[in-house]
């Protein structure tokens, strides 16, 4: 069995904090160190300001590099959002995507990063016309597996092809680890509960939701219409049974936003992860809410670890808290905790030899 | 509750021009979780008291200049970034101004970040004093 899986901490994790100003770069690189993580994945266009003019300069470079240096830490992931769209009239054609792509994968670059993110919505034409300089940068493109999005499905057959065909060793997969969710996260259903949710429409969702985990989620399809293949795939999911049941039992707002919510968690079989590791380089260890007892109640953190020690993975797992959307309208959050215990879960599920 | 805060407390102000009140302002954070270009910020709505404020009323400064909506649509300079985690002040032109007292403010941020399928519609909803 391969212990030699690594740990990594997306600043994602700590927006939180940052929009309070309780943390600034340093500080969220300062937090991650303390969590025993030896990886940081980072945001640019989240923490640096004046986006991306800093990261051209030398002196900024040198106080990154130094900080990798200060808190032992080593560049894991760049995530990278392909701003297509930036004007409200026309999406950007294919050649300035292109060169976004590598402004990109050179700020990756310049960074000390060797994985770059991008998003389920770009274009396949986008990552192919990028491959020869990711190469070049010796920086993978990995595509976010985002639910509701899964691998061994007929949306990932989409990009296997182009691997194939290319034969590219410069991009693959960036699993989120929201795809092995075995129930809906507490946070969400507290939240509901909040917003007056009523238990009899909660429990038609959670057994819902059970049921489609017993059955097995029907896998998403390629389609360039993203939105096409979500709906299709939620109603292959049974989403209209379920909206039908909750309204029949008198489901109001805070119901049917529980429900309709319920839709972006999902589960896959870890084995998913093994059939597919050769094109897997880093990992989005997403989470929702860790208990004092280092148990989170949705992501199977055990499970995925073990098929990740069976497959042989040598990447990094890097933290993504999510939980504090479903608290801050109403409520503090403390992703520096959160963070810690979901180091410390991770820590001793890898460590389990 | 305690929940996240959005509007800066202090920032309800009125503005005055050659001894005259000529309208009010606040300060806001994008409910987003990264830094963007103006150009996505695909409007702000802004109703204070139940009346909402016209569209061509409003400006958004960033970092020292004053930008229309749809002067915002073509903005990307990195230096007029709206930073996250930073307010940025909306300015209304109204004659007057806002009275000293309570009052309530509804604003929408709508957010297109390219990825989404849809827009972010972000209701930012507080009471506030007027001094």
Known sequence: MSCEIKRSVSLYSYQDEYYDKKLDLEGCLRETAKTGATGVELLAEQMIRRFPLPIETEEFRAQWFGWMEKYHLEPSCYDAFLENHIYDNRTLTLSEQVNMMKRDIRLASMLGFKNLRTLVSTPMDVIEGSLDYAEEKEVKIGLEVHAPFSLNSGWADGYMEMIHRTGTKYFGFIPDMGIFCKNIPDVLRDKARRHGASEECIKIVDEAYAERMAKGFVKIKYDLNLGKANMEYRMANGMKEMMDAVEAAGGGPADQEYAGASFTYSWSDPQDLIDNIDYIFHTHAKFYNMHEDYKETAVAIPEVIEAFKKAGYKGFLSSEYEGGEHLRADLPVDSIEQVRRHQEAMRRSIEDC | ?131
């Open chain 2, 1 to 131: 509750m305690a929940g996240r805060q959005i509007y800066n407390p202090d920032g309800f102000k009125n503005m005055e021009a050659d001894g005259k009140i000529t309208g009010y302002q606040f300060d806001f954070k994008a409910q987003y979780y990264r830094g963007i270009t103006l150009s996505i910020v695909r409007d702000i709505k802004v109703n204070v008291d139940g009346e909402e404020v016209n569209r061509e009323d409003i400006r958004l400064v960033v970092n020292g200049e004053a930008f229309t909506l749809e002067e915002m649509r073509t903005v990307i300079d990195s230096d007029y970034r709206w930073e996250f985690g930073d307010y940025a002040t909306v300015t209304v032109c109204k004659e007057g101004g806002l009275a000293a007292g309570s009052h309530h403010i509804k604003a929408v941020q709508i957010i297109d970040p390219s990825y989404m399928p849809f827009q972010i519609e972000a209701v930012c909803e507080a009471d506030f004093e007027m001094k």
